[in-house]
């Protein structure tokens, strides 16, 4: 093989990822299996192959990196089809929890709802209107979410939203995501403020926003709709540091 050859193969592969990455981040990993037989763990997986046959010693956590432009932990955060099914399995199991303050988590939440949630959430990353995270511990379980949204791009602020699946609650998860989430809006959204929005009547809803740093601002009257009724809310808002 000529180096000429070895060069333009390697233009393409770069120019595939960089289609993957930037213009087609809608295309999942199950949609690759499903029509190609390959998906980006499989390119990580040869990129590492053909290192480690040339004597490059390299990781699988380094050669994914490569592969998707990020981190794969980071990459899998922002929701991916593949974790419909747990998705879906942890809204039922907090239909009573989180279900009484947040109509969409029911009982018969189906892997459905979770795909259609999941494909919205990436349509939206690339409009820039809504930055939903996935939380997982070490062993790969889906805890929950938590996410910007309801972008006002005159005023520059956005709505932060939380929750965590009814056996993970109270081991201080949404207050770490919570904090995450709210360094990624300063720093590379760049936004000027972060408002909470609760039901007065959710507490711990509140106590995830007290101990995330946020401070109370006001009650909102007939802020929030909740199953048709309108509902008060607490109002909570951070701004970046020195602000």
Known sequence: ???QTTELEAAAFRRLLHHLNTRRTDVQNIDLMILAGFCRNCLADWYREAAEARGVAMTKDEAREHVYGE???QWRSKHQKEDARALAAAVRESAESV???LPWCHADYGDAEADAWITHCAESWRSGEHFAFAAFNAAEQFLGSAGLNQRNRPHN???LGYWIRASQQGNGIAVRAARLVVAFGFEHVGLTRIEILTALGNRASRCVAEKTG???EAVARN???DRGKPIG???YALVPAGA
């Open 223 to 225: 802020r929030l709709v």
């Open 1 to 3: 093989m000529s180096d």
């Open 99 to 101: 279900g009484a303050w």
């Open 71 to 73: 981190p794969f932990s």
């Open 233 to 235: 809310a607490a109002v």
């Open 214 to 216: 946020a401070t109370f």
């Open 157 to 159: 602020f956005m709505n």
